[in-house]
């Protein structure tokens, strides 16, 4: 068990990639917390861990409310103990031209995948700084790296979510705390039906691709730092950079 006696908060853990991740650590040995907005879908992720003998909290959080994430963040530690692993996953999108954007929708997006990890870092980081360590892991996405049409407000926000993990990698290291972004490719989940309903996804990622990726990271050697990983799906293109 290669997280036995560590503890997790991680956003958006109802379902796909968040549920994932949250499964793969419990079955590590790692307490979990799994949060998101909807209550009968945390409980689920909870649920499972617990009936395969892991430890799990579930609760209802808005990642767009601060009050709600520092609120999230303490009960969770009053629960397992401080909180080892942060994974800023929570996020979503809509796609459609610029023009069609009205500023309440590019502030939803902006909120829900950028700000969202300013406020998962900021509930946190008292205690990592504390206690000299942690673990900061940010689901950003290949939209972070290259541009896609009809997703500027969703790659805005994931290329700031890139140049944040630098950033705060930079940063946060004489605190001990490593910082990194997972850049997946397209990856079979309720979000990638809704934003591209129709498309082809058979071989398409898995959530539980994500979730393998983010267990390498969350056990990867503290001699080592890997700032942004990207996967992407077998038969597709290497990103240009
Ligand atoms: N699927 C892909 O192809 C793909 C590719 C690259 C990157 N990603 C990224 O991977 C992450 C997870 O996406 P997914 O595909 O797994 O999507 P998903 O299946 O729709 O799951 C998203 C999760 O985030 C939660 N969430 C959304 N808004 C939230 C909010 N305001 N507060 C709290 N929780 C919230 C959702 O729960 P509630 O709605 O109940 O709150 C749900 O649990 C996102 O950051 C996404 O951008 C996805």
């Known amino acids: ?28 040995g790692c307490a979990v917390t799994a949060i998101a907005r909807t209550a009968a879908e945390v409980e689920e992720t909870a649920e499972t861990i617990r009936k395969e003998g892991g430890k799990a909290l579930a609760l209802v959080c808005d990642v767009t409310r601060p009050e709600h994430i520092t609120e999230a963040v303490q009960k969770a530690q009053a629960h397992f103990g401080p909180i080892d692993i942060l994974v800023n996953n929570a996020g979503g999108a809509r796609f459609k031209p610029f023009q ?14 950028l700000t969202s990890v ?25 939209t972070g790296i290259k541009a896609i049409q009809h997703q500027s407000a969703y790659c ?47 071989n398409w990622l898995l959530p539980q691709d994500i979730a393998q990726t983010a267990l390498y990271l969350a056990t990867q050697s503290h001699r ?18």
């Open 100 to 113: 069609d954007i009205p500023l309440a929708e590019w502030q939803q997006i902006l909120d829900t995948n």
């Open 1 to 28: 068990m290669q997280l036995n006696g560590k503890t997790a908060f991680i956003t958006g853990a109802g379902r796909g990639i968040g549920r994932a991740i949250a499964l793969c650590f419990a079955r590590e």
């Open 156 to 202: 805005a926000a994931k290329h700031a979510v890139n140049g944040l993990t630098k950033s705060l990698a930079l940063e946060l290291r004489e605190y001990g705390i490593a910082v990194h972004a997972i850049c997946p490719g397209g990856v079979k989940t309720r979000l990638a039906e809704e934003v591209m309903p129709g498309r082809d996804k058979t």
């Open 224 to 241: 080592a730092a890997t700032d942004i990983i990207e996967i992407r799906r077998f038969d597709s293109e290497p990103l240009a950079r």
């Open 118 to 142: 300013y406020h998962g870092i900021q509930a946190v980081l008292p205690s990592m700084i504390e206690r000299r360590t942690g673990r900061i892991i940010n689901i950003s996405s290949v």
